[in-house]
């Protein structure tokens, strides 16, 4: 059974870092693409991020590249965020998810989210 | 930036009526399109990809249609666990992968 587990979730002031984590279980995780994904409280899903199964390619969306990392430990079976100068509008639920197979940007799984709040 | 536009915001269904969302691209995405569905406090869950083809343990009265622009979920008896909101989202043209703004689909 996959089991995607967020961590890394906190209040942290703005201007500041973050790195969140994603634990992932019950399958081949070196074979599949893997996602990052954000909800803000009350709004609709945006899409932040995705690294290919084997590391070579990773993707963002404009509103966090070049404050973002996504990276990846296939050794750990663990995705990551590191999210750098943060700001009041990155205040949101943040999902890992499995993409279907190795890069079909199809979201198959998802995690439970953890949530980051960025205040002062 | 493909835009997803879905309608209604707002759906309200009594149970083991139908309920039809619609889902619109901004260009064409093909049949490059997933919906999925999330509950109160909970994950997303993939409900169709490829436009119509159902995800593993998804239930036959969920059915999606449509290509190019225009795309539809049909839920054909709501049961009461299907009440939740629903996304569509492109992955045809990316980055960025896009989501719509989301169906909630409501007791009436």
């Known amino acids: 059974q996959v089991h995607l587990v967020e961590s890394g979730g906190g209040v942290v002031q703005p201007g500041r870092a973050l790195r969140l984590s994603c634990e992932a279980s019950?399958?081949?995780?070196?074979?599949?693409?893997m996602h990052w994904v954000r909800q803000a409280p009350g709004k609709g899903l945006e899409w932040l991020a995705i690294?290919?199964?084997?590391?070579?390619?990773?993707y963002y969306a404009d509103s966090v590249r070049g404050r973002f990392t996504i990276s990846r430990d296939n050794s750990k079976n663990t995705l990551y965020l590191q999210m750098n100068s943060l700001r009041a509008e990155d205040t949101a639920v943040y999902y890992c998810?499995?993409?279907?197979?190795?890069?079909?940007?199809?979201?198959?799984?998802w995690g439970q989210g953890t949530l980051v709040s960025v205040s002062s | 930036e493909i835009m997803m536009t879905q309608s209604p915001a707002t759906l309200s269904v009594s149970p083991g009526e139908r309920a039809t969302l619609s889902c619109r691209a901004s260009?064409?995405?093909?049949?490059?399109l997933a919906w999925y569905q999330q509950k109160p406090g909970q994950a997303p869950r993939l409900l169709i990809y490829g436009a119509s083809t159902r995800a593993t343990d998804i239930p036959a009265r969920f059915s999606g249609s449509g290509s190019g622009t225009e795309f539809t979920l049909t839920i054909s008896s709501l049961q009461s666990e299907d009440f939740a909101v629903y996304y569509c989202?492109?992955?045809?043209?990316?980055?960025?992968?896009?989501f719509g703004g989301g169906t909630k689909v409501e007791i009436k």
């Open positions: 690294i290919w199964f084997d590391e070579t390619k990773e």
């Open positions: 019950g399958f081949t995780f070196r074979n599949h693409g």
């Open positions: 998810a499995r993409d279907f197979k190795s890069y079909t940007r199809i979201l198959s799984h």
């Open positions: 260009q064409s995405v093909s049949s490059n």
């Open positions: 989202q492109q992955y045809n043209n990316w980055p960025p992968l896009t």
